[in-house]
């Protein structure tokens, strides 16, 4: 079992800068891949960006350059610093672990203001 919080959500203008941290009740080291979705109203949920516990990572297209995942094994954390956020970014955003099945944690709204 592995229970996720995430935090670090809220509002922000266009350009801003947010970081979400998702913390695992579990030592993230044995999870294989951890990862950040979003799902905007009226879309179907998306990969954001994940990373594996062997250090490889993937982003979607449309956040290259502009998010960076990381992930702190000593504080069971991932986190995702999200800059030059644009309005089309306004989602909730759900931390995700890969751990024999895959774990949600309750999600995070972020709202990107024009």
């Known amino acids: 079992q592995v229970q996720l919080v995430e935090s670090g959500g809220g509002l922000v203008q266009a350009g801003g800068s947010l970081r979400l941290s998702c913390t695992a009740s579990?030592?993230?080291?044995?999870?294989?891949?951890m990862g950040w979705y979003r799902q905007a109203p009226g879309k179907q949920r998306e990969l954001v960006a994940r990373v594996f516990s062997g250090g490889g990572i993937n982003y979607a297209e449309f956040v290259k350059g502009r998010f960076t995942i990381s992930r702190d094994n000593a504080k069971n954390t991932v986190y995702l610093q999200m800059n030059s956020l644009k309005p089309e970014d306004t989602a909730v955003y759900y931390c995700n672990a890969f751990y024999a099945k895959d774990y949600w944690g309750q999600g995070t709204r972020v709202t990107v203001s024009s």
């Open positions: 579990r030592s993230i080291s044995s999870i294989s891949v």
